[in-house]
């Protein structure tokens, strides 16, 4: 509204010019703030004054229920807020937050209008917001003395809690405020208290580096391993915020360096990991940190830094005595988790240290198992060079190439099939590999669930599988593939796998495929709510007619129970559909592949 341009311009003349104009006084703008709003906000008592006088609603809400007067208060301008009061503004008034104009006030420092605000309120200024912070938590948040004072002369509860229980100590400490800290606790804040993870203003300190608070609070009580509700002491959580300056000083004061949490975790694992955790990480090692010790998941800091990627750590660990090839529960080592997380330069690193490549992990899986199952080409390259024997099978008899075909990476598949991968070897359940490549790879070999690879890359929708399967077939199918019960198409359409439905549409003369049940690809696929695959198959040519061989209903029965798909089949040109046929609930479909 041109009245708002007129305000922000800081112009009365103009003003006035546009309320004899009959310009609206209280036009609203996209998020319902009044001329009277910005007025606030830009704090100019006679603009205010003028804007009142001539009709303006001196409490009027915007979007989010913010009234002139929070923002007269936020903008820490004293004359606009007398203004605003002198004509009946509500001090009381919340916005969606729950907070009042004092809660403002408390937040940015307007420690003027706080005064105005306070002997109006009519209640106290413990009111808290939604969150359940009273005005002194946000004084203590945003460090100002003056406003603290302020609040706990004129009756503000010290030891008042938010909904995570969380003190105004808490947020002193939280946000490095030495001062506030001092103050809070000389009017006798408890120093101990404990939010609702158990974390304490000493805990928050820690967390954020703020060493003189850190030391402050060490005078007034030397308790350095008091525990949060996780078993974590104020050691495990600056270590793991990379906090070396609290770290040092902990230890100094006598921090127990092996203290471990509710999972067996000790500092030395947290800082293990911690993005800046290196000079932590230093520190604990020099000050007898036991680098062998294993969380209660078997875990040591080796397999710590071996799963985040931390090469330098791990070389540290290994030259002060770390156990390279030490299993966790799951039989797991080091190596397994460098593996598994697709950390090339680790596993290099652990390798060159005489890291074993033929222990068996969890399921007697080996670390290549690992890196081909979650499709680490690189990771693979370099376990490959130690010389591992690639048709070893783990507890279950799948061998590398299973695994590689399970992730469904060629790449990885390639380089098992370069080095004379045993194509067709079966795990302990007569699987063979799903993904058959050439050199001999059979194409005809079933499981014994009757499915063979195009079934897996339709089933799991590895598209670029699928792709290369039905190239060494040139583009065409097995006729018992495609006539039989569980046809792949069934199953990209039952997973919701649309770009493996477009590349198998080639392979077929019509997708109207009937399964044992006389199911259609379109009628899994609407059951199942999977409206891309629905859409693929009605652009086909799939039929929404076709009746099934068990409860006589088709696709659109099953679109019925999916809304999307629903619309999708009834924008199709049909006749009326003869309910007579249908005489069962529609049951699930159940295939597994």
């Known amino acids: 509204p041109l009245i708002v341009q007129a305000v922000f311009n800081g112009n009365p003349e103009e003003i006035r010019m546009l309320i004899c104009k009959t310009e609206d006084i209280n036009a609203l703008d996209n998020e319902k703030r009044s001329p009277l709003h910005a007025a606030a906000f830009m704090g100019d008592a006679d603009i ?60 940015n420092k307007s420690v003027k209008c706080a005064k105005l605000l306070i002997p109006l309120l009519s209640s106290n ?30 009756g503000a ?55 003189h608070i850190v030391k402050y609070l060490l005078e007034i009580n030397d308790e350095t391993d008091e525990a949060n509700l996780y078993g974590n002491t104020a050691l495990h959580i ?75 750590r791990s070389q540290i660990l290994i030259q002060n005595g770390g156990d390279i090839n030490r299993a966790d529960k799951d039989g797991n080592t080091p190596l397994h988790m460098a593996a598994k997380y697709g950390h090339e330069f680790l596993i290099t690193t652990l390798l060159s240290y005489g890291a074993k490549a033929n222990l068996g992990g969890i399921h007697g899986m080996f670390p ?35 695994a590689a075909a399970a992730g469904g990476d060629i790449e990885c598949i390639t380089l098992l099939q370069n080095l004379e991968a045993d194509l067709c070897k079966k795990d302990n359940y007569g699987r063979c590999l799903q993904f058959l490549l050439e050199n001999n790879g059979n194409p005809s070999i079933y499981d014994k669930a009757g499915y063979n690879a195009v079934h897996y890359a339709a089933a799991y929708g590895h598209r670029e ?11 065409s199918i097995d006729e018992a593939i495609i006539s039989s019960a569980k046809s792949p198409l069934h199953l990209a359409a039952y997973y919701g796998h ?29 059951f199942k709510g999977h409206i891309e695959c629905v859409e693929a198959l009605i652009r086909e040519g799939a039929s929404i007619l ?33 309910s007579s046929h249908s005489k069962k609930a529609l049951s699930p479909p159940v295939i597994k592949p």
């Open 48 to 107: 205010i004054e003028r804007l009142i006088l001539s009709g303006a609603r001196v409490n009027a809400k915007d979007n989010m229920w913010v009234t002139p007067l929070h923002r007269a208060v936020a903008s820490r301008n004293e004359e606009a807020v007398q203004v605003l009061i002198k004509h009946s503004a509500d001090v009381n008034a919340r916005d969606k937050k729950w907070q009042t104009p004092l809660h403002v006030a408390a937040a």
């Open 125 to 154: 200024v413990n009111v808290s917001d939604r969150g359940g912070h009273t005005a002194l938590h946000h004084a203590a948040l945003c460090g100002n003395l003056e406003m603290v004072k302020l609040l706990l002369e004129t």
């Open 157 to 211: 509860n010290i030891n008042a809690f938010d909904k995570k229980d969380r003190r105004a100590l808490h947020w002193a400490a939280h946000t490095g405020h030495l001062e506030v800290v001092t103050l809070l606790i000389n009017y006798g804040a408890e120093v101990a208290c404990r939010d609702k993870k158990g974390y304490t203003p000493f805990h928050a300190a820690a967390a954020n580096g703020h060493i």
């Open 238 to 312: 600056a270590c793991y915020n990379g906090q070396n300056k609290v770290v040092r000083e902990l230890i100094d004061h006598g921090a127990y360096v092996n203290h471990k949490n509710k999972k067996g975790f000790a500092p030395l694992h947290f800082a293990a990991v911690a993005i800046h955790g290196a000079m932590c990480f230093d520190l604990l090692i020099n000050n007898g940190s036991d680098v062998n010790a294993q969380s209660y998941d078997g875990k040591t800091s080796l397999h710590m830094t071996a799963t985040y990627g931390r090469v330098t």
């Open 368 to 402: 290549l198992h690992l890196a081909v199952l979650y499709a680490h080409s690189d990771c693979c390259r370099r376990l490959l060079s130690s010389g591992f024997e690639i048709n070893t099978p783990d507890n279950f008899g799948r061998t590398c190439l299973h």
């Open 465 to 475: 599988c699928l792709k290369y399967l039905l190239k060494m077939a040139k583009n």
């Open 498 to 526: 649309q770009q493996a439905l477009e590349i198998l549409f080639d392979c077929y003369y019509h997708v109207d495929v009937k399964d044992e049940k006389g199911r259609t690809p379109l009628d899994l696929a609407s």
């Open 546 to 578: 076709v009746f099934d061989s068990v409860t006589q209903r088709t696709p659109l029965h099953a679109a019925a129970l999916r809304c999307p798909c629903c619309d999708q089949c009834l924008r199709q040109d049909i006749p009326q559909i003869d």
